[in-house]
């Protein structure tokens, strides 16, 4: 299951074997790809025309244009959901002073120094947890001043794991 939001409207995607339902609702449809990244879609008797302008895997979100109109959609795989719905998502902050744990886990790798600069999206770390290895990325740009972590070092949900 995916949740798609457009413009602050959730939908609930549903994709089992060839089919697809959106809230509930059955979807017959016909879609034809006709360029590298346009698509025909033909629902309800109705023609659309869908250009796929710019994907950003990071922020798993994605830009359409359908029949001249441009929308943006935030996409949420089962993953994210069940993080959210376990209150582990990623701590966002708008001044991204420091990165914090957003789940207990085990330091497996550092991948960065004091002092280096980073980009958004940069990977910093990687933790295991839940018998998975998460890559923890920066959340925007700026220059390490401490880490506050070792490798092989266990830590706790939202404990402070690097600073800028």
Do not use: C
Not at 123 to 142: D, F, H, P, T
Request: net charge negative; hydrophobic share 40%.
């Amino acid at each position: 299951m995916l949740k798609v939001t457009i413009s602050e409207t959730s939908y609930q995607v549903v994709l089992t074997g060839g089919e697809i339902s959106i809230s509930g609702e059955k979807w017959d449809w016909d879609l034809e790809p006709v360029g590298d990244r346009t698509y025909h879609l033909i629902k309800d008797s109705k023609s659309y025309l869908i250009e796929v302008l710019e994907t950003d895997q990071l922020q798993k979100s994605i830009q359409l244009r359908v029949n001249g109109i441009t929308y943006q959609a935030q996409v949420q795989d089962r993953y994210d959901l069940l993080l959210e719905k376990l209150g582990m998502q990623a701590l966002d902050t708008t001044d991204h002073k420091e990165v914090i744990a957003p789940m207990p886990g085990l330091i497996l790798d550092i991948l960065v120094k004091e002092g280096q600069a980073v980009a958004k999206g940069d990977k910093l770390l990687v933790l295991e947890a839940m018998k998975m290895e998460n890559i923890i990325k920066s959340a925007g740009e700026g220059v390490i001043s401490s880490i506050d972590i070792e490798k092989g070092m266990n830590v706790e949900k939202n404990q402070v794991l690097i600073q800028f």
